[in-house]
Structures are given as structure tokens and as C-alpha cells.
């Protein structure tokens, strides 16, 4: 099975704009979850789509935003960029059927956002 | 709320020994799964390992092993034979058992990034 693949790897912005990162789960995954990552505040949870519904959502402010379709891929979308969403974003996929090692999260590469 | 505790922010072992990096957590749910992960230079999160509540026994993967106190909340790993290539971040991570298309949220910790020397 193919892993859980993130695109863009690498993004460049200016303060103000808007990205959309996208999210590929492996094949049969349902959940997608994304986090955050930074030197100084580690791996923060950003949210978590399963089924095309947004379960739980982490400490963020509006501007972060996430959506899943229906062959589960997910994207993220940060609007009004800041200087502080520099960071490593990363996806992660599980299949949460309910088997033993369904609640396994699966990471992708993740996709690295400068903001100038 | 869960929290996930990792006290060694950085550790360093020679080549061939052994290392053991801690990880403490606290929850009140009763069924959950317990994870180290492992972040390499290069910044792919790899799983380690992972063990199970439910499971008295200690999970095993080849070289690393984990130690499973339940009742203390701790989640220890033991690395044997330490190789250059384990040179890493490595994160102890949480989830509770939601069941079926049940709530998943993990929590990390801070990590503990593992230097082994040649």
C-alpha cells in the first residue's frame, strides 16, 4: 500500500495570503488528522476529519480550516497567513475500524510553510 | 484531558549500548493505545511501536521494546544494540480506544531527541 503522501513539500508565502496544504490517507483510511509542528511549541493538534466530518478540532483560530471528500483525502487551508504559521504541517491517516490497530496513526512527509 | 509527559529533552548513547527513553501519561479513560514514534532528521514520523492497555505484555520489535506500567501511567522504550540510524526525535504518544468510527485525538509528547555517538 502507498503511504500517506502530502503536497505541496515545500510552500513560500507572504504574510496575508492563503494556502491550502492536501492530505492523501493511505488506501481504506477514514480518519485524517493534522498537527502542527514548531521548534518551540512541538506537535500540535490542528483537527480531525472521518467521513467527511470535521470531529475535533484543537486550539486554533478560524483562519485554520480543514475539509475531507468523499475518497477521504483532506485539505487544510490557512487563510490571512502569519509570520507564526511558519511550521512543518503533517497529516496522519487511521482506519479506526474498529481492528487491532486501527487507532495507528500513519504520518505523511508533511509539507514545510515558510511565511515571509 | 490526557497529557503526555517526556522528562529527557535530549539523551545521547554510544553505538551497540542501550538506551531507555521515559514517557509518562495521564488519563482517566481505561482503554487506550500507548505509541512511540520516530523522527529522523530527514522529518518522517515513523511508528515505532505500539502497545495496547488492554495487553499486560510488553510489546517487542526486534530492537526495541517497550515496558507498560498501567498502573503508574508510564510508557517507557528500550532501545538494544543502538545503531547510528536511530539518531532521531522520538515522541510517546496517546489515544483512547473510541471504538468503531470512533473520536480519535492523540496527544503527543514534547519529545526527546536521541543522539547516538559513533
Known amino acids: 500500500k502507498a503511504g500517506v503522501t502530502q503536497t505541496p513539500r515545500y510552500l513560500i508565502k507572504t504574510r496575508g495570503q492563503q494556502v491550502t496544504l492536501s492530505c492523501s490517507p493511505i488506501?481504506?483510511?477514514?480518519?485524517v488528522s493534522w498537527y502542527q509542528q514548531t521548534p518551540g511549541q512541538g506537535l500540535q493538534f490542528l483537527f480531525e476529519?472521518?467521513?467527511?466530518?470535521?470531529?475535533n478540532k484543537g486550539n486554533f483560530p478560524g483562519r485554520f480550516s480543514g475539509r475531507q471528500f468523499s475518497n477521504s483525502r483532506s485539505e487544510m487551508n490557512v487563510s490571512t497567513l502569519e509570520l507564526g504559521d511558519s511550521a512543518l504541517y503533517l497529516c496522519?491517516?487511521?482506519?479506526?475500524?474498529?481492528?487491532?490497530?486501527?487507532?495507528?496513526?500513519?504520518f505523511g512527509p508533511g509539507t514545510r510553510l515558510t511565511v515571509l | 484531558a490526557q497529557t503526555v509527559t517526556q522528562s529527557q529533552p535530549e539523551m545521547s548513547v554510544q553505538e551497540a549500548e542501550t538506551v531507555t527513553l521515559s514517557c509518562t501519561y495521564d488519563?482517566?479513560?481505561?482503554?487506550?493505545?500507548l505509541f512511540w514514534y520516530k523522527q529522523p532528521p530527514s522529518r518522517q514520523m515513523i511508528l515505532v511501536i505500539r502497545?495496547?492497555?488492554?495487553?499486560?505484555q510488553n510489546a517487542t520489535e526486534n530492537r526495541f521494546s517497550v515496558n507498560f506500567q498501567k498502573a503508574a501511567k508510564s510508557f517507557s522504550l528500550k532501545i538494544s544494540d543502538s545503531q547510528l540510524g536511530d539518531t532521531a526525535m522520538y515522541f510517546c504518544?496517546?489515544?483512547?480506544?473510541?471504538?468503531?468510527?470512533?473520536?480519535?485525538?492523540?496527544?503527543f509528547g514534547t519529545g526527546t531527541k536521541l543522539q547516538v555517538i559513533p
Open positions: 504518544a496517546f489515544t483512547p480506544m473510541g471504538g468503531p468510527g470512533g473520536y480519535q485525538k492523540v496527544t
Open positions: 502497545q495496547e492497555a488492554y495487553k499486560q
Open positions: 476529519y472521518f467521513s467527511e466530518t470535521q470531529r
Open positions: 488519563t482517566s479513560e481505561n482503554n487506550y493505545y
Open positions: 488506501s481504506g483510511h477514514r480518519s
Open positions: 496522519a491517516s487511521s482506519s479506526n475500524s474498529g481492528s487491532r490497530g486501527a487507532y495507528t496513526q500513519y
